[in-house]
Protein backbone atom coordinates (compact mmCIF):
# COMPACT_ATOMS: atom_id res chain seq x y z
CA UNK A 1 0.00 0.00 0.00
CA UNK A 2 2.82 2.49 0.76
CA UNK A 3 4.45 1.52 -2.16
CA UNK A 4 1.63 2.25 -4.09
CA UNK A 5 0.75 5.74 -3.15
CA UNK A 6 4.94 6.15 -3.24
CA UNK A 7 4.68 5.27 -7.08
CA UNK A 8 0.85 7.02 -6.97
CA UNK A 9 2.87 10.38 -6.06
CA UNK A 10 5.66 10.08 -8.07
CA UNK A 11 3.68 10.37 -11.51
CA UNK A 12 1.32 13.49 -10.20
CA UNK A 13 3.62 16.73 -9.88
CA UNK A 14 2.09 19.77 -8.26
CA UNK A 15 4.48 22.12 -9.81
CA UNK A 16 7.46 21.63 -12.22
CA UNK A 17 10.74 21.23 -9.71
CA UNK A 18 13.47 22.78 -8.78
CA UNK A 19 16.34 22.61 -11.11
CA UNK A 20 20.05 23.22 -12.12
CA UNK A 21 21.12 22.40 -16.03
CA UNK A 22 23.84 23.19 -18.44
CA UNK A 23 23.28 24.07 -22.15
CA UNK A 24 25.14 21.84 -24.62
CA UNK A 25 24.68 23.30 -27.71
CA UNK A 26 26.40 26.66 -26.27
CA UNK A 27 29.36 24.80 -25.21
CA UNK A 28 30.04 23.33 -28.63
CA UNK A 29 28.61 27.01 -30.41
CA UNK A 30 31.83 27.75 -33.17
CA UNK A 31 30.35 31.43 -33.43
CA UNK A 32 29.96 32.05 -29.62
CA UNK A 33 31.27 29.28 -27.27
CA UNK A 34 30.43 29.53 -23.69
CA UNK A 35 29.78 27.95 -20.14
CA UNK A 36 26.36 28.40 -18.83
CA UNK A 37 24.76 27.54 -15.68
CA UNK A 38 20.83 27.63 -15.22
CA UNK A 39 17.94 27.01 -12.67
CA UNK A 40 14.10 26.80 -13.02
CA UNK A 41 12.34 27.97 -9.49
CA UNK A 42 8.92 26.85 -10.08
CA UNK A 43 6.81 29.84 -8.08
CA UNK A 44 3.40 28.61 -8.70
CA UNK A 45 1.71 25.39 -9.56
CA UNK A 46 2.42 26.34 -12.90
CA UNK A 47 4.55 29.44 -13.47
CA UNK A 48 7.85 29.64 -12.99
CA UNK A 49 11.00 31.58 -13.71
CA UNK A 50 14.49 30.35 -14.97
CA UNK A 51 17.39 31.92 -14.59
CA UNK A 52 21.12 32.10 -15.46
CA UNK A 53 24.43 33.20 -16.56
CA UNK A 54 27.35 32.11 -18.86
CA UNK A 55 30.89 33.40 -19.22
CA UNK A 56 32.21 33.38 -23.32
CA UNK A 57 35.16 32.48 -23.96
CA UNK A 58 36.15 31.46 -27.62
CA UNK A 59 34.75 32.50 -31.53
CA UNK A 60 35.99 30.13 -34.18
CA UNK A 61 34.40 32.98 -36.53
CA UNK A 62 35.54 36.08 -34.04
CA UNK A 63 38.73 34.71 -32.69
CA UNK A 64 40.79 33.08 -35.17
CA UNK A 65 44.45 33.67 -34.89
CA UNK A 66 47.16 34.06 -32.31
CA UNK A 67 46.39 37.41 -29.91
CA UNK A 68 42.73 37.26 -31.16
CA UNK A 69 40.18 36.86 -28.30
CA UNK A 70 36.50 36.95 -27.96
CA UNK A 71 35.66 37.17 -24.31
CA UNK A 72 32.60 38.15 -22.12
CA UNK A 73 29.51 37.56 -20.01
CA UNK A 74 26.03 37.03 -20.59
CA UNK A 75 23.17 37.16 -18.40
CA UNK A 76 19.18 35.17 -19.24
CA UNK A 77 16.37 35.17 -17.38
CA UNK A 78 12.24 33.98 -18.76
CA UNK A 79 8.62 33.95 -17.14
CA UNK A 80 7.50 30.18 -18.00
CA UNK A 81 4.23 28.70 -17.93
CA UNK A 82 3.89 24.55 -18.10
CA UNK A 83 1.19 23.90 -19.90
CA UNK A 84 1.26 19.92 -19.82
CA UNK A 85 2.90 18.60 -16.42
CA UNK A 86 3.38 15.23 -14.97
CA UNK A 87 6.52 13.22 -13.30
CA UNK A 88 8.46 12.24 -16.66
CA UNK A 89 8.17 15.47 -18.30
CA UNK A 90 6.90 19.43 -18.54
CA UNK A 91 5.85 20.86 -21.46
CA UNK A 92 6.03 24.97 -21.60
CA UNK A 93 5.75 27.99 -22.90
CA UNK A 94 7.77 31.01 -22.14
CA UNK A 95 8.73 34.65 -22.48
CA UNK A 96 12.64 34.66 -22.18
CA UNK A 97 15.43 37.91 -21.78
CA UNK A 98 18.80 38.09 -22.82
CA UNK A 99 21.84 40.48 -22.55
CA UNK A 100 25.54 39.65 -23.48
CA UNK A 101 28.79 41.96 -23.09
CA UNK A 102 31.79 40.80 -24.82
CA UNK A 103 34.87 42.07 -25.88
CA UNK A 104 36.48 40.89 -28.87
CA UNK A 105 40.09 41.69 -30.44
CA UNK A 106 40.69 40.31 -33.83
CA UNK A 107 42.96 41.42 -36.71
CA UNK A 108 41.42 43.54 -40.00
CA UNK A 109 43.18 44.74 -42.69
CA UNK A 110 43.36 48.95 -43.16
CA UNK A 111 44.71 51.82 -45.03
CA UNK A 112 46.79 53.95 -42.33
CA UNK A 113 47.54 57.87 -43.31
CA UNK A 114 45.47 58.79 -46.60
CA UNK A 115 46.59 55.06 -48.07
CA UNK A 116 50.24 55.80 -47.65
CA UNK A 117 50.59 51.73 -46.62
CA UNK A 118 48.53 49.09 -45.16
CA UNK A 119 48.83 47.57 -41.95
CA UNK A 120 47.13 44.80 -39.75
CA UNK A 121 45.13 45.96 -36.92
CA UNK A 122 44.39 44.28 -33.74
CA UNK A 123 41.25 45.94 -33.68
CA UNK A 124 39.51 46.38 -30.15
CA UNK A 125 35.43 45.89 -30.36
CA UNK A 126 32.76 45.80 -27.93
CA UNK A 127 29.49 43.57 -28.62
CA UNK A 128 26.35 44.33 -26.24
CA UNK A 129 23.42 42.66 -27.18
CA UNK A 130 20.01 42.79 -25.24
CA UNK A 131 16.63 40.78 -26.87
CA UNK A 132 13.74 38.84 -25.99
CA UNK A 133 11.84 36.09 -27.68
CA UNK A 134 8.92 33.63 -27.09
CA UNK A 135 9.91 29.89 -26.47
CA UNK A 136 8.32 26.78 -26.57
CA UNK A 137 9.84 23.67 -24.77
CA UNK A 138 9.76 20.57 -23.23
CA UNK A 139 11.54 19.48 -19.94
CA UNK A 140 12.07 15.59 -19.91
CA UNK A 141 12.82 14.10 -16.19
CA UNK A 142 14.33 10.32 -16.49
CA UNK A 143 15.80 7.51 -14.13
CA UNK A 144 14.33 5.73 -11.41
CA UNK A 145 13.51 8.95 -8.97
CA UNK A 146 13.01 11.23 -12.31
CA UNK A 147 16.46 13.70 -11.78
CA UNK A 148 17.91 13.00 -14.63
CA UNK A 149 16.87 16.02 -17.12
CA UNK A 150 16.88 16.47 -20.82
CA UNK A 151 15.47 19.54 -22.23
CA UNK A 152 14.82 20.91 -25.83
CA UNK A 153 13.71 24.28 -26.81
CA UNK A 154 12.76 26.58 -29.84
CA UNK A 155 11.93 30.45 -29.93
CA UNK A 156 11.77 33.11 -32.44
CA UNK A 157 12.38 36.91 -31.36
CA UNK A 158 14.38 40.28 -31.94
CA UNK A 159 17.50 41.19 -30.89
CA UNK A 160 19.64 44.50 -30.50
CA UNK A 161 23.11 44.50 -31.13
CA UNK A 162 25.64 47.60 -30.38
CA UNK A 163 29.05 46.75 -31.86
CA UNK A 164 31.33 49.86 -30.48
CA UNK A 165 35.15 50.41 -31.54
CA UNK A 166 37.52 50.98 -28.95
CA UNK A 167 40.71 51.64 -30.34
CA UNK A 168 40.60 52.19 -33.85
CA UNK A 169 42.68 55.28 -34.65
CA UNK A 170 41.35 58.37 -36.36
CA UNK A 171 43.78 57.75 -39.59
CA UNK A 172 42.46 53.75 -40.24
CA UNK A 173 39.92 52.56 -43.23
CA UNK A 174 39.38 49.08 -43.19
CA UNK A 175 39.68 47.03 -46.12
CA UNK A 176 36.65 45.83 -46.97
CA UNK A 177 36.90 42.18 -48.53
CA UNK A 178 34.26 41.07 -50.32
CA UNK A 179 32.63 37.63 -48.40
CA UNK A 180 29.79 36.44 -49.81
CA UNK A 181 28.65 36.10 -46.18
CA UNK A 182 29.89 37.07 -42.95
CA UNK A 183 29.18 37.85 -39.52
CA UNK A 184 31.09 40.93 -38.38
CA UNK A 185 29.53 44.17 -38.63
CA UNK A 186 31.01 47.75 -38.72
CA UNK A 187 30.16 49.76 -35.21
CA UNK A 188 26.71 50.61 -35.20
CA UNK A 189 23.43 49.34 -34.15
CA UNK A 190 21.52 47.09 -35.37
CA UNK A 191 17.84 45.16 -34.64
CA UNK A 192 18.40 41.81 -35.78
CA UNK A 193 15.83 38.67 -36.00
CA UNK A 194 16.45 36.30 -33.91
CA UNK A 195 16.11 32.22 -33.71
CA UNK A 196 16.74 30.02 -31.09
CA UNK A 197 17.41 26.39 -30.36
CA UNK A 198 18.33 24.87 -27.34
CA UNK A 199 19.71 21.51 -25.99
CA UNK A 200 20.44 21.25 -21.86
CA UNK A 201 21.03 18.44 -19.60
CA UNK A 202 21.00 18.91 -15.49
CA UNK A 203 19.26 17.63 -12.26
CA UNK A 204 15.67 18.11 -10.76
CA UNK A 205 15.50 18.41 -7.19
Not at 12 to 25: D, E, G, N, W
Not at 126 to 149: E, P, S
Not at 172 to 191: C, H, K, M, S
Amino acid sequence: MAFAQGKDSLRIRQRAPFTLKTSVMNLLNPIHQSVDLLADIPLAPRWGIEVGAGMLFASTVFATYQDETYLGFKLKSAIKYSLIQSAENDTYVSLAFKYQDVNNDHYVNTLRQGAQYTEWLLERKRRVTWGAAFRIGAQFYLGDRKRFLLETFGGVGLRQLKISDRNRPSDVDVINEWQLFTLDRPAGIYTLPDVMMGFNVGWAF
